[in-house]
């Protein structure tokens, strides 16, 4: 069995190509039509049209009977097949359109297109996995209207929120810029004082990547579901929990689908604990505490093996340019939150991380088949 998808126009064509019998047999495809040319004409190879939509009204039965396998019809017709023998299923969606001239010519091209497309990357198994790992963080589905970020386009800002009311934290929210370089993060104050229910709140203005700050130092996989139940994208696990805490905590992040930083706040020998653990975290977090900021001038770094390196604790604006070669993951709570302009302090910090994906890159545009 070979595979296919095209979404053009108005049309979203999924193409299956190889020996169907089976799947007739069974009953799998229900509703089906041989697409034909006329009637008492259909096109080889036999072709089977099967509609994703229940045909409800007389104009969608009009159209899918008429222009719509016409066209899927007329694209089998035009290719060229090296194997007789093959059989190809179509399925579509019929699309919820006003029965006019024009819209029956528009919907034939969009079909036509789509199906024939649909079937050239079926015969030659398109996308490749290259072509999959390396849009799996750039593709932004049209329905959805957000990526799934895993971390995967560094270097990040992650912005701790810690203030003190809900009304701050809406001015905060409201103002802050889009972009994939964004991260926000409830911090363990935030948390401790509003619940969990903070990041639905957040959730309501961002929907990016959000971290909770638990700083689980116990019950590692019971904290890391609460915060998956409140849609967090990752939770932060002390590095001064027990061990067996902490790879639970990992353990479930990666269960649940969710990112896990490993806070070495006040770790004594932090590479000997991450090269201890048996599963590692997939974030790193050298941390300075704010109470001992004014102890310390110089900031502890180490790198490791295969998780990304994140840096938190008084980072100021002037060290911004270093930090952001240095590590994926740059924290900064009170240099935004507390700062007159917060948006612009972020759009200064935003704009020497790179571009955002959409600015260099249409939708659609590299799609070479």
């Known amino acids: ?38 009637p008492n004409l259909i096109v080889k190879p036999e072709t089977l049209v099967v509609p994703i939509d229940n045909l409800d009204d007389d104009v969608k039965k009009e159209l899918y009977y008429g222009v719509v396998q016409y066209a ?51 015969l030659f198994s398109y996308p490749n996995i290259e072509k999959v790992k390396k849009e799996k963080f750039r593709a932004l589905h049209p329905l959805v209207g957000f990526r799934d970020d895993r971390l995967e386009n560094p270097p990040y800002l992650q912005i701790a929120l810690d203030v003190p009311s809900i009304e701050n934290l809406e001015i905060i929210l409201q103002t802050l810029p ?12 935030l948390i401790k004082r509003f619940g969990l229910e903070i990041l639905d709140e957040i959730r309501k203005y961002f929907d990016g990547f ?48 969710l990112i896990s930083y490993l806070d070495m706040m006040n770790v004594p020998n932090p590479i000997e604990l991450y090269n201890s653990l048996p599963i590692k975290p997939d974030v790193v977090l050298i941390h300075r505490g704010i109470d001992e900021e004014k102890e310390k001038n110089e900031r502890e ?34 240099a935004i939150t507390k700062s007159r302009e917060p948006s612009r302090v ?24």
């Not at 007329?74 to 190809?88: Q, T």
């Not at 604790?313 to 993951?329: A, S």
């Open 346 to 369: 972020v759009r200064y910090i935003l704009n020497k991380m790179g571009y955002d994906i959409d600015t260099y890159r249409l939708y659609y545009d590299e799609d070479e088949m």
């Open 178 to 189: 889009k972009s994939d370089h964004l991260i926000l993060e409830a911090g363990t104050p």
């Open 72 to 122: 899927v019809a007329k694209a089998v017709a035009d290719l060229e097949f090296n194997d007789k023998n093959i059989k190809i299923v179509v399925t579509l969606n019929i699309p919820d359109v006003s029965l006019t001239f024009s819209n029956k010519r528009k919907i034939f091209q969009h079909y036509y297109a789509s199906t024939k497309l649909a079937i050239k990357r079926a």
């Open 1 to 38: 069995m070979k595979f296919g998808e095209a979404s053009l126009g108005l049309a979203k064509v999924n193409v299956c190509i190889g020996d169907v019998d089976d799947i007739i047999a069974k009953g799998m495809l229900k509703g089906y039509i041989l697409a034909n040319l006329r």
């Open 301 to 334: 770094f180490f790198k490791v093996s295969t998780s990304k390196l994140a840096v938190a604790g008084g980072v100021r604006l002037e060290e911004i340019d270093k930090l952001i070669k240095l590590y994926d993951i740059v924290i900064i709570g009170r």
């Open 210 to 257: 959000l971290v909770a700050d638990l700083k689980t130092l116990d019950t590692g996989r019971v904290e890391v579901r609460l915060a998956f139940e409140h849609s967090a994208n990752a939770v932060v696990i002390s590095g001064l929990a027990p061990k067996q805490t902490i790879i639970k905590g990992i353990d479930e992040c990666q269960k649940c689908g």
